[in-house]
Nanobody
Framework: QVQLVESGGGLVQAGGSLRLSCAAS????????MTWYRQAAGEQREAAAI???????NYADSVKGRFTISTDNAKNTVYLQMNSLKPEDTAVYYC?????????????????WGQGTQVTVSS
């Protein structure tokens, strides 16, 4: 079982920056992927940024060039640096980790979620 704890959310004016953190209870170097999702009120949850164990990253078009996902393996933490924030970035941001394991000769993917952190961008 892996626990994920997000922090760093808050209220910021448009154009400002925030850095979200997601601390994991296990070594993130073994995780297949870590993803920051976000869910605005009344909307579906969407993936904002993903990083693989190999360090490859991908971003939603809506955040590309403004958000950066990174990891600190020594701290077992993944970050989301958010710059040039817009009111439409307002959402609850969730950290997700996918972990592959082998059991009974089969590969199983476990998915873990944090509790979410609110980001509100005022215009």
């Amino acid at each position: 079982q892996v626990q994920l704890v997000e922090s760093g959310g808050g209220l910021v004016q448009a154009g400002g920056s925030l850095r979200l953190s997601c601390a994991a209870s296990a070594s993130i170097s073994t995780f297949e992927t870590m993803t920051w999702y976000r869910q605005a009120a009344g909307e579906q949850r969407e993936a904002a940024a993903i990083i693989t164990s190999g360090g490859n990253t991908n971003y939603a078009d809506s955040v590309k060039g403004r958000f950066t996902i990174s990891t600190d393996n020594a701290k077992n933490t993944v970050y989301l640096q958010m710059n040039s924030l817009k009111p439409e970035d307002t959402a609850v941001y969730y950290c997700n980790a996918n972990v592959l394991r082998v059991t009974g000769g089969r590969r199983v993917r476990d998915s873990y979620w944090g509790q979410g952190t609110q980001v509100t961008v005022s215009s």
